[in-house]
């Protein structure tokens, strides 16, 4: 598992420029809010206090969404950047029931921490930075701290089940990134190496969304399924077995 100090992301100018920019760079981030958002209260909300493992926080924007239709949250963020953790004090500064964890996913698999059991484990955009091998253990670190019935849920960006594909979800990525920056009134191409940096960087690491629905199975997971597609963007998850 790499370490995160070796990682673009432990510049804290890349990170920023990414945090920055995330609603353009992510396809159709606002509902892949809506769509956790909405997995939540169908699932989980239910007036009681839920317990929360935000893994890759980042700035804190996933368990920001969580407090907007549910204040009964305990959550526990999790970032290996000191720089997006601090952002998430930022965020956070008047909320209580917020622990900050700066541990990397190499941390949480080799140390087991943090060692709590919780209600909802989410991830957004940060699985995919770990290779086929270092994901089971992450899955499987995950079940083992999820409570009877509780739900794991990734957002996250896949690798196409067929070579074919890729090109054309390419370009559909481009095509997302173009419309948001001719909405912005966005003149200057800033973002036309974003799909090079992607591919070209050893930092991203997808695997088809099949073989990571069948790891989750083959872990235990159950009612295991995608949520949302768009081209290289998915939603998937499921559920620890109540008994």
């Not at 989410?122 to 091998?133: C, E, K, P």
């Not at 079940?143 to 739900?151: F, T």
Request: proline fraction near 2%; hydrophobic fraction near 35%.
């Amino acid at each position: 598992m790499k370490e995160f100090n070796e990682s673009r992301w432990a510049n804290a100018e890349f990170a920023r420029e990414y945090r920055d920019n995330a609603d353009i760079y992510i396809v159709e981030r606002e509902r892949l809010f809506e769509i956790m958002k909405s997995y939540y209260r169908h699932f989980l909300a239910d007036g009681n206090e839920k317990k929360v493992l935000d893994l890759g926080c980042g700035d804190g924007i996933v368990t920001s969404e969580l407090l907007s239709i549910d204040d009964h949250i305990s959550s526990t963020l999790v970032d290996p950047s000191v720089d997006m953790l601090e952002k998430a004090r930022e965020r956070f500064k008047s909320h209580e029931n917020i622990t900050y964890k700066e541990y990397s996913f190499q941390d949480i698999v080799q140390r087991n921490e943090p060692d709590q059991i919780f209600d909802f484990v989410v991830s957004a955009q940060a699985i995919h930075h770990l290779d086929t091998g270092e994901k089971r253990e992450i899955f499987t670190y995950i079940h083992s701290h999820l409570d009877r019935g509780g739900h794991f849920l990734n957002i996250d960006v896949i690798r196409p089940d067929r070579d074919i594909h890729d090109n054309w979800y390419m370009e559909l990525w481009k095509e997302w990134m173009d419309d948001r920056k001719a909405a912005l009134g966005i003149e200057m191409d800033s973002y036309g190496d974003i799909i090079r940096r992607y591919k070209g960087s050893g930092d991203n690491k997808p695997d088809t969304l099949e073989e990571q629905l069948h790891t989750l199975k083959e872990i235990g997971f159950q009612d295991v399924d995608c949520f949302y597609k768009y081209g290289i963007f998915v939603v998937y998850g499921g559920r620890k077995e109540e008994k």
